[in-house]
């Protein structure tokens, strides 16, 4: 590992590059905030799929390519005389302080050994702590990304309403809402309401998403998962259709259920 030192010197080699790239590279100096945004949200997705996958070497990439993109951000930001990287390092030191009291007094210095709550305390009463800031004006639900993917949204709200107390007192309780949700969307499958039929499913997918939360599973993980079964199997389906010299459209569903049960029994 890094000594303290190397790992400055480090972050000082990746400004003094982006300082040269902005300064000398066509490309690099026309970017823009806006431009290289969906190059981050592509990054941010290669980091989670090296970290599901247990992949170390490309999980130390991929941390250094989202590095890449913050620093980039934090030039442009420079430029406009807006802020430069050392705001944004001290806006999140200063918040993780303030969010931290049980870590960090109030005049910077460490909370004595001992003194700290555990580790379930601190969880249950992390959102009203975060509400703290602004003066109090903070609301538990603003921090969420109206543009955040639905799944992890979700999810975000379920934790941040559990570090308010708001959560079942066991999650064996949870069923009962899932079960009562799938009611609901069985009778507003009956209706002619559209409308409303996506309302319940909506209810289903997120009182779902609160029983994988309550069970320590990643419902984002979960779901992946289930998508690159079903691409592995559809793929062996289709690929077994072709050598028969068919196509999908030619077979009957019976058909296709006997060569899905194939893939299926070989682990696919």
Same mark, same amino acid.
């Given at each position: 590992?890094?000594?303290?030192?190397?790992?400055?010197?480090?972050?000082?080699?990746?400004?003094?590059?982006?300082?040269?790239?902005?300064?000398?590279?066509?490309?690099?100096?026309?970017?823009?905030?806006?431009?290289?945004?969906?190059?981050?949200?592509?990054?941010?997705?290669?980091?989670?799929?090296?970290?599901?996958?247990?992949?170390?070497?490309?999980?130390?990439?991929?941390?250094?390519?989202?590095?890449?993109?913050?620093?980039?951000?934090?030039?442009?930001?420079?430029?406009?005389?807006?802020?430069?990287?050392?705001?944004?390092?001290?806006?999140?030191?200063?918040?993780?302080?303030?969010?931290?009291?049980?870590?960090?007094?109030?005049?910077?210095?460490?909370?004595?050994?001992?003194?700290?709550?555990?580790?379930?305390?601190?969880?249950?009463?992390?959102?009203?702590?975060?509400?703290?800031?602004?003066?109090?004006?903070?609301?538990?639900?603003?921090?969420?990304?109206?543009?955040?993917?639905?799944?992890?949204?979700?999810?975000?709200?379920?934790?941040?309403?559990?570090?308010?107390?708001? /959560?079942?007192?066991?999650? @064996? !309780?949870?069923? #009962?809402?899932?079960? %009562? *949700?799938? $009611?609901?969307? /069985?009778?507003?499958?009956? @209706? !002619?309401?559209? #409308?409303?039929?996506? %309302? *319940?499913? $909506?209810?289903?997918?997120?009182?779902?998403?609160?029983?994988?939360?309550?069970?320590?599973?990643?419902?984002?993980?979960?779901?992946?998962?289930?998508?690159?079964?079903?691409?592995?199997?559809?793929?062996?389906?289709?690929?077994?259709?072709?050598?028969?010299?068919?196509?999908?459209?030619?077979?009957?569903?019976?058909?296709?259920?006997?060569?899905?049960?194939?893939?299926?029994?070989?682990?696919?």
């Amino acid at each position: 590992m890094h000594t303290r030192e190397e790992k400055i010197e480090a972050f000082g080699r990746l400004l003094d590059i982006m300082d040269a790239l902005r300064e000398k590279c066509p490309w690099n100096a026309e970017q823009t905030m806006e431009s290289i945004r969906p190059m981050t949200e592509e990054e941010v997705y290669e980091l989670s799929d090296a970290i599901i996958n247990h992949d170390v070497k490309e999980t130390a990439k991929e941390i250094g390519d989202l590095l890449y993109h913050m620093v980039f951000y934090a030039r442009i930001g420079q430029e406009g005389g807006d802020f430069d990287i050392a705001d944004s390092i001290n806006k999140v030191c200063d918040k993780m302080v303030f969010r931290h009291p049980h870590v960090f007094r109030k005049d910077g210095s460490l909370v004595p050994e001992g003194e700290a709550p555990s580790a379930k305390e601190i969880a249950d009463t992390w959102e009203l702590v975060k509400a703290k800031e602004k003066d109090g004006n903070k609301r538990v639900m603003s921090g969420i990304p109206a543009a955040m993917p639905a799944i992890l949204k979700a999810l975000s709200m379920q934790e941040k309403a559990r570090g308010c107390g708001f /959560d079942w007192d066991k999650k @064996e !309780d949870v069923w #009962a809402k899932v079960k %009562e *949700e799938v $009611g609901e969307v /069985d009778e507003a499958s009956r @209706e !002619d309401d559209s #409308a409303h039929l996506t %309302e *319940e499913f $909506g209810d289903l997918m997120f009182s779902t998403i609160n029983a994988a939360r309550l069970y320590g599973v990643d419902p984002e993980v979960a779901l992946s998962t289930t998508c690159e079964k079903f691409r592995r199997r559809f793929t062996y389906l289709e690929e077994q259709t072709m050598r028969k010299g068919r196509d999908l459209k030619s077979m009957t569903l019976a058909e296709m259920d006997a060569i899905w049960d194939e893939a299926k029994k070989q682990g696919l």
